[in-house]
Each structure stands twice: as structure tokens, then as C-alpha cells.
């Protein structure tokens, strides 16, 4: 029975685990915290339950996928959401209500984009396109190198080509006049951790995803069941965790890794590793590769980090669903600087979400558990946060004003995690929430690949490398690493 070491108890990481073993593997895991999951994590404060980081998912068939592959029943209980989420401009008091029926959501576009259903179908249609003839030859596939990508990427219908260099919002403006409709539509770019003017257009399949395919979905119990499921699995399996163990250097022999060193100078062996640490930094942090210098990481396209408050709420909010977007009214000028800028944003926009409209386990009777996520610049960009505290007010005081609800005077708990924390916490390098982000020049084969190139027993699973970040990505990218390995050894 071959011995395999995972490092890094993110999805990514269990789910290389759970399929591993089930091929008769012997794991061991070794994690660097306290606690597995990664940034799929929780946080517990006085009778509050917060998922610490994704709060919904999609393509939620790549669950089932895994358990099935690995011989078990899926454990994980679901809820689709509808509506999906709300939408919050400046200066107008209702939300947008986003639903998966074409038919209501053009009945709430019916003033602003009056032939909303025709447009959104054409536009849905090329979409679903671009999912379906790149998921198996692109998304779903190994490469050996970029020559083995271009040959599979030819393979994809010539009629996308052009959509692979046309921007996002590009394509959005040729399909709507509505600016209300072009910003809503284009949020999923923020799902990359990017803005749609630097995401490609050809991700235009991830609207159709959400609108289409599979919906969004929640978990009953919170995102942490994810977690807290597969453990048990691997605990049945006798797959070992050790916590508390952060791998800070290696030792190699003849192309092969012999073994990694541990902060407190113990040495992990065994035949095969899987890296489930970013696939970019740790090459250059840990394994000092050339390729991947401070230099040349710096100089890579990271997506955007995430600036999050946990609050925990006295009283109930009526007025306000699940799901929750807050923007302003200058979305182009605000997205073309948020990458850049050196200083905290002065109209922030957000994202929140109140688990506890729908789950009253997360929040004591009689309260409410939010959870608030700011997109921000990466410590390249922004390297304090000196002004956490005065920044999370802001983003307070004007949730409160828009929800017609006190939160200040509520607030039972409060937790701020800044750039710097998820840095610390998680090894997101520069305190990137989401790895590397999804540019032509960071996709498929240029992306890291999950084969490291000196190390013939060394693997990689997560954001950073092949397919790409989002929970079912990272599934995936567990698949994809197992395969190899299954392949080669």
C-alpha cells in the first residue's frame, strides 16, 4: 500500500484524501491550523455560528460526483436558492430581486430593459455553449504541457475564439442597454475574484450556471457541514490528520521528493504528496523555484482580497434576504481602480450574507448572523490595514442606513478579518482570497499545473492550479490530481 502525505486540509485537500483512499491509499493529512478546511472554515462567538468564508455554491452535481466515485452516499443536505440573491443600489430603496424564472426577473427589469427575456435567452444560449463544449475538453482534462493544451483546446468549436479576448462587460454591453442589468450580469466575475473588465467573456458561462444549469444552493447546517461530512468519512477510512503542522522546507533526492520538513523539525515521509497549499507560492516559497520568485509572483494576475466582518445581531431584519449585494452608482470607475488603489475604498462595495434567514441554528433566538464581504486590493497594492477598524464602520453605518436597521447599537459580535489575517491564517499569498485569477494567460495550460515539474511523486490540488478557483472547481482539480497519480503510479 503506497503512503501519500496531503498538505493543506482545504476542499481540495480533503477531497484528494477521500478519493485517494478509496483507491487504497494510505493518507495522512497534515494541516496548519487548528482546524481543517481552509478558507471553507467557522467561526464560533458567544452562541453565533459563521462560515468563515463561502457562503453558496453552484454545480453542486460535482458532490455527488465525488461521493459516488468514492463509494458512499452523499451526506450533504441542500437547498436551492429562489431568488438567488437581491440586488442594493445607491440611492434607490428597493433591492433588485434576482430570480431563476426569466419570466419574474424581466418582470422586475420590465422598466429598464424592456425586451429583458429575448436578450437574456440569446445571451444564456451562447453561454451555455461555452459551458458545455469546454467542460469535458478543457475544463475537466490534464495537460502535458502546452502543446498537449493547444491540441485540446482546438478541439473546441472555432466560433468562441473570438469571445476568448473579448472582455466580460464587452459582451454584456452588445447584448443590454440597461447599466442596472450589465453590473447585476457581471457580478460573477467577482466570483474569480476579478471585475469584468478584466475577466474574459467566455466566463459569461458561469450566468448560466446560475441562471440555468444547476442554480445556486445553500447547505443546510451551514458551508462547514462540507467539512465536517467528509471528515467522517476519512476518519472511517483511517485517514490521519495532524494539526498544528505547518511544512516549511523539503528534502529531494534523484527528481524525487524524499521528504517535507515541519516548522518544529519533524520530517514527513512517504511515496507520494499532494500539495493543497497555493500551487503558485508554495512553488516559490517552499520549493524556491526561479520561475515562481517573489518577483515573478508579484508580477502574476492575483485575485482580489477579501476584507470580511462577522457580526452577530440583537433583534430581527426584516427587510433583507439571504443574499445580498450593496453597490454604488460609479460601478465602472470603482472597478477600474479597486485592483490598484493604495487606500481602503470610500464607498465600498459588498456582499452579505444572513445565514440566519434560513438557518435559526446559526444565531440565538431573536438575532440575526452576518456576514459581510468587501472585495479589496492585495497587500501588493495595500500593504496595512491600519484603518480595519474605521473601514468596517463605514461598511456598518452604511448597511444600516440602506436596511433602515441599528446595527451599531445591536452588535453583540463583532470580528474583523483583514488582508492581512486571511495572509496569516490561510497562506493566501499577498492575502489573495481566490489564488490566481482566470486571464488568458492563467487558464488551462498556463495555469500551475497539478504536476510538478522536477518532482515526479508531487501533486497539486486547489484554486491555483488546473481547472481553476469556486468550490466545484477545486472538486475537480482533486479528480484531476488523482487521476495522474492513479496514472503514474
Known sequence: MKEVIIVGSGLGGLSAALRLSSKGYKVKILEKNSTAGGRLNQIKEKGFTFDSGPSFMSMTYEFDNLFKECGVENPIKLKALDPLYEVYFEGRQEPYRIWKDLDKLAGEFAEIEPDFKIKAEKYLKRASEFFHDTEDKVVKSNFNGLADYFIKISRVPLKHLPYLRKKLWTLLSETFDSQVVKVIFSLVAFFLGSTPFKTPSIYSLLNYTEFIHNGYWRVEGGMYMIVEEILKILKDRGVEIIYNTEVSDYYDSEGSLKYFLDKKGNHWIADLYVVNADAASFRGMILNRKKYSDTRLDNMDWSLAPFTIYLGVKGKIKSMYHHNYFLGNDFIKYADKIFITS???????????????????????????????????????????????????????????????????????????????????????????????????????????????????????????VPGTGLPMVLISSKLATERIIHEH
Open 343 to 465: 487606500e481602503s475604498p470610500s464607498n465600498p462595495y459588498y456582499y452579505v450574507n444572513m445565514p440566519s434567514y434560513h438557518d435559526t441554528e446559526c444565531a440565538p433566538e431573536g438575532c440575526e448572523n452576518l456576514f459581510i464581504l468587501c472585495p479589496v486590493p492585495d497587500l501588493r497594492f495595500k500593504d496595512h490595514w491600519n484603518d480595519r477598524e474605521e473601514f468596517a464602520d463605514r461598511i456598518i453605518q452604511d448597511l444600516s442606513d440602506r436596511i433602515s436597521f441599528n446595527l451599531k447599537d445591536n452588535l453583540l459580535v463583532k470580528k474583523i478579518m483583514s488582508p492581512l489575517e486571511w495572509e496569516s491564517e490561510y497562506n493566501l499569498y499577498k492575502g489573495s482570497g481566490l489564488g490566481l485569477s482566470h486571464g488568458m494567460n492563467q487558464i488551462g495550460g498556463f495555469r500551475p499545473s497539478n504536476k510538478d515539474e522536477e518532482f515526479s511523486n508531487l501533486y497539486y490540488v486547489g484554486a491555483s492550479t
